[in-house]
């Protein structure tokens, strides 16, 4: 069965501290892994790693890809209250059909 | 721009009710999807659509239906509403490529 696992289950940090989020997964015929941020209401896009593109980076954040360990990390530098969210791992599998599996999410909070 | 729209926001059903949440897209994207969201579980998939008048299960699919007349809509109906299915629900669609564009959610309580 295809599995997304994502660490921790919830973080609560300062302003200013660097955080690193964790996915790792289990999937026959891995196509790519997305990260999401989820506030209030629907999740957002952040970044898609493949084979061909396993380290992306925009403003603060970064993720890379370890097809090796079958993971990928999300890192926050000098987070701000309003990075905090839940943040959700997702993978695409094409065994057989074209499915997103999403993790279970990390919920952040960011204290003032 | 709307993107993908999800009505209605907020409801209330009794258990045995039943009711249609409903779920349109205007980016003519073939590839449609049902998740439900639980606390502290996730994104579960209930079912997909690969395009018009093609659906089918995903992970969670007992209780709920789905047809896929058009590109655009996407409705997910609940026949007997069971306290088991208070969650919120998201609708998303993608093209042939990645990522996924949600719409913003539908909370149902059954009580």
């Known amino acids: 069965e295809d599995k997304v696992v994502q660490s921790p289950l919830s973080l609560v940090v300062h302003e200013g501290d660097t955080v690193t989020l964790n996915c790792s997964y289990e999937v026959t015929n891995f196509r790519s892994l997305l990260w999401y941020k989820q506030e209030k209401k629907a999740p957002t896009f952040l970044f898609m790693l493949?084979?061909?593109?396993i380290e992306k980076k925009s403003g603060r954040l970064s993720s890379i890809l370890d097809k090796k360990e079958l993971s990928s990390i999300l890192n926050i530098t000098a987070t701000q209250t309003g990075d905090s969210a839940i943040y959700l791992c997702a993978v695409i599998s094409t065994s057989g059909t074209y499915k997103y599996i999403f993790g279970t999410g990390t919920r952040l909070k960011v204290l003032a | 721009n709307a993107g993908v729209t999800q009505t209605p926001k907020f409801r209330i059903l009794k258990i045995g009710q039943s009711m249609t949440l409903q779920c349109t897209q205007d980016m003519n994207h073939n590839y449609m999807y049902w998740y439900r969201q639980d606390p502290g579980m996730g994104l579960k998939l209930i079912y997909y659509?690969?395009?018009?008048?093609?659906?089918d299960k995903g992970e969670v699919p007992n209780g709920y239906n789905v047809s896929r007349s058009t590109t655009e809509d996407f409705p997910l109906r609940l026949e007997l509403a069971a306290p088991s299915q208070t969650s919120v629900y998201f609708c998303a669609s993608s093209p042939e490529h990645p990522p996924l564009h949600f719409g913003n959610g539908t909370r149902l309580t059954v009580t």
């Open positions: 659509s690969v395009g018009a008048g093609i659906t």
């Open positions: 493949t084979s061909s593109g």
